[in-house]
């Protein structure tokens, strides 16, 4: 099940992350045992967890390519340090809906909120450059797990900045 897609505000996010370049179908193997290794590290650098895991989508290449990052909100910038990123994730307008429904359906989700995004005549964020799209803000985040929420189903939120 997916929500109506809505613009909303998000405030900035300080965070940690792991950065991988990866296609699609290589995601659900890589990912997701990685946010583990991001929690451990922040709390390992004394740091504060502020919500729930995301995988941010930063980079497209031609072939299917992309950069991600999984990544943890945290409460303040920590030093980044190895394989370990940290920075702010920008505040702003997002675009945005919630799928209720299995991991493999979130690609779906995310095709119909780019489109509805564009068809409301919202610009994203990221730049064109070729036959690249870089520097976007394109998440998902993971809000309950399967079996945490009645429909056993996980809760990702799927949000998109937009350009401002």
């Known amino acids: 099940m997916l929500t109506e897609p809505k613009i909303v505000e998000k405030a900035p996010q300080p965070y940690a992350a792991i950065l991988l370049t ?80 299995p991991y493999h359906e979130l690609h779906d989700a995310n095709m119909k909120l780019d489109t509805w995004a564009k068809a409301q005549g919202h610009k994203l964020d990221g730049t064109e450059d070729g036959d690249r799209f870089i520097n976007a803000v394109r998440m998902e ?16 939120e799927i949000a998109f900045r937009l350009a401002q």
């Open 141 to 156: 985040i993971y809000h309950k797990d399967p079996g945490e929420d009645p429909s056993g189903h996980p809760v990702t």
């Open 22 to 101: 990866l296609r699609q179908p290589e995601i659900a193997q890589q990912a997701p045992p990685l946010v583990e290794d991001v929690i451990t590290w922040v709390k390992a650098q004394g740091g504060a967890l502020a919500g729930a895991p995301f995988f941010n989508y930063v980079n497209f290449f031609p072939g299917g390519t992309m950069e991600m990052q999984v990544g943890m909100p945290t409460k303040s910038v920590l030093k980044a340090d190895g394989r370990f990123a940290t920075g702010t994730l920008p505040g702003g307008r997002y675009a945005s809906l919630t799928a209720t429904a």
